[in-house]
């Protein structure tokens, strides 16, 4: 049976607090952070991006897999992020890694869902017997317009997955996808900041289809939500998973561990990933864990997975990602955001 | 300023710490080398170097090259490797009163610098603290 061999997650030690971009907006901060149940979120610096993050997150996941990186057959980044308009940022991965030159890499873009989706192929190659492993890796360093509610919370950080069919940390027993046209996010070419449908976001996008998807998969598998131990929803912002979980059946407890948005921001294609990151580092064997993203534009893919022994022998072997997110931490001003952010134009 | 092709060659070392080793003598090079300079070998093997260290000496760089402009101040420490190797690098992600000689650093895969607004991006690697 094909599964997660190893994972891995990296988040960049910069944060800025919610406060700190209201008082340059001359926004009200209790009322962002109440309505966004969010605090602060992660910064990358000048020397970090989704390709950098890409790489730190799979070689913790490679500490976690134990295997020959020469034997990874594909290499997909899920990002919207990619720092080059035009050249992969999986060969630079599969390069740092030691995959090269017999890989399959692609870069792959789907708003926040690109990460899942690379997870989505790398496994499903492998369950087609097509490769012995692949790495799916979720990774955003996210911009948020100046002064817009996603600036509040548009954050950095990337998850990497080495799926298998030996030696697996969780098995993977079900994926169903969930998708429709839905215009509640874009970017054009060669706008720098995103646009968004305020509340149209809400609940024709990511509510239906973060309920399709999750029903869809549990009708597939023949599971109810009180057969999962813990459960993870895109998270962008705080409130969202909640309310969808609540929808959907699920409690509070099932939530919590994998959600981590309340201090690190909305990471995109790194969200729902690195949840599920922390979510396995806590867990049992045995443990049921269902995975939901969300993709602007729009879809859903879900994921049932099933801990084994295995992570209790590896679960120490690289950093946990609630020790990533609490360690170190940096924060900054706005004027050091907006420097680190690129928001500042200079002369040539 | 790095062309694509220079970049491009030395990829195995900025990306993977690639050296070699003498087979005969054991001396590990880095950039790894066709010739053993102690015992003038050509037997040399393929090896990697380590990805923790310790920090041997640093300094501050405050007047820095043009492609390093926007990081200024920074540091950049000649950390010996466990493996005895010592290479030089920006020690990053600290702040300069919390670098110590002889502490404990990991190599982190970073952007070193970029090809002004429209060429290729430059990775590599830089030492972080090592906090496990």
Same mark, same amino acid.
């Given at each position: 049976m094909e599964g997660i061999v190893g994972?891995?997650?990296?988040?960049?030690?910069?944060?800025?607090?919610?406060?700190?971009?209201?008082? +340059?907006?001359?926004?009200?901060?209790p009322s962002y952070k109440k309505g966004l149940m969010l605090e602060e979120k992660s +910064?990358?610096?000048?020397?970090?991006?989704?390709?950098?993050?890409?790489?730190?997150?799979?070689?913790?996941?490679?500490?976690?897999? $134990?295997?020959?990186?020469k034997d990874i057959g594909a290499v997909y980044i /899920?990002?919207?992020?990619?720092?080059?308009?035009?050249?992969?940022?999986?060969?630079?991965?599969?390069?740092?890694? /030691?995959?090269?030159?017999? +890989? =399959?890499?692609?870069?792959? !873009?789907?708003?926040?869902?690109?990460?899942? !989706?690379?997870?989505?192929?790398?496994?499903?190659?492998?369950a087609s017997g097509v490769i012995k492993y692949g790495l799916g890796v979720g990774a955003d360093t996210s911009q948020g317009?100046? /002064?817009?509610?996603?600036?509040?919370?548009?954050?950095?950080?990337?998850?990497?997955?080495?799926?298998?069919?030996?030696?697996?940390?969780?098995?993977? =027993?079900?994926?169903?996808?969930?998708?429709?046209?839905?215009?509640?996010?874009?970017?054009?070419?060669?706008?720098?900041?995103?646009?968004?449908?305020?509340?149209f976001t809400g609940d024709p996008a990511y509510f239906k289809h973060i309920k399709g998807a999750a029903r869809g998969i549990m009708d597939k598998a023949g599971m109810k939500p009180e057969d999962f131990q813990y459960v993870i929803f895109h998270q962008p912002n705080g409130k969202f998973p909640f309310r969808v979980g609540k929808m959907l059946g699920f409690k509070k407890e099932?939530? !919590?561990?994998?959600?981590? +948005?309340?201090?690190? /921001?909305?990471?995109?294609?790194?969200?729902?990933?690195?949840? $599920?990151?922390?979510?396995?580092?806590i867990s049992q064997p045995g443990d049921m864990i269902l995975l939901v993203s969300y993709g602007s534009g729009a879809g859903s893919d879900g994921f049932v997975f099933e801990v084994t022994e295995r992570i209790n022998e590896v679960r120490e072997s690289a950093p946990k990602t609630r020790d990533l997110l609490s360690h170190n931490i940096n924060y900054l001003e706005y004027g050091e955001y907006a420097k680190f952010r690129h928001k500042i134009r200079k002369a040539d | 300023m790095s062309t694509p092709a220079r970049?491009?060659?030395e990829i195995p070392q900025r990306y993977r710490l690639e050296a070699n080793k003498c087979s005969s003598c054991g001396k590990? &090079?880095?950039?790894?080398?066709?010739l053993c300079n102690v015992c003038q070998s050509k037997d040399l093997e393929k090896t990697k170097l380590a990805e923790t260290g310790k920090v041997l000496t640093y300094t501050i760089i405050r007047v820095p090259p043009h492609q390093f402009v926007d990081q200024a101040?920074?540091?950049?420490?000649?950390?010996?490797?466990?493996?005895?190797?010592?290479?030089?690098?920006?020690?990053?992600?600290?702040? &300069?009163?919390?670098?110590?000689?002889?502490?404990?650093v990991k190599v982190e895969f970073r952007k070193l610098f970029d090809v002004g607004e429209s060429g290729i991006l430059c990775y590599g690697y830089k030492f972080v603290p090592q906090l496990r």
């Open positions: 994972y891995g997650a990296y988040i960049p030690r910069n944060r800025i607090k919610v406060e700190e971009i209201a008082k +340059v907006w001359g926004a009200d901060a +910064v990358p610096s000048l020397d970090q991006d989704t390709i950098t993050m890409s790489v730190e997150a799979s070689k913790n996941a490679l500490k976690r897999a $134990l295997i020959d990186p /899920g990002s919207e992020s990619h720092p080059y308009a035009v050249k992969p940022s999986g060969t630079v991965l599969a390069e740092a890694i /030691g995959a090269t030159p017999d +890989v =399959h890499t692609a870069d792959l !873009e789907f708003a926040c869902k690109a990460g899942t !989706e690379g997870m989505f192929i790398a496994l499903n190659l492998v317009a100046p /002064g817009d509610a996603l600036e509040y919370s548009a954050a950095a950080g990337a998850a990497a997955f080495i799926f298998g069919k030996e030696n697996l940390v969780a098995k993977a =027993h079900e994926t169903y996808s969930y998708m429709t046209d839905t215009p509640d996010f874009w970017r054009r070419e060669y706008q720098y900041y995103p646009q968004h449908g305020g509340r099932q939530i !919590e561990p994998g959600w981590l +948005v309340n201090k690190l /921001g909305n990471t995109y294609s790194g969200s729902s990933p690195l949840g $599920l990151t922390s979510t396995l580092d | 970049y491009w060659r590990i &090079f880095f950039p790894p080398r066709l101040p920074y540091a950049v420490g000649i950390v010996e490797l466990d493996d005895g190797v010592k290479i030089m690098g920006q020690v990053v992600d600290c702040d &300069f009163e919390d670098i110590k000689i002889g502490m404990k």
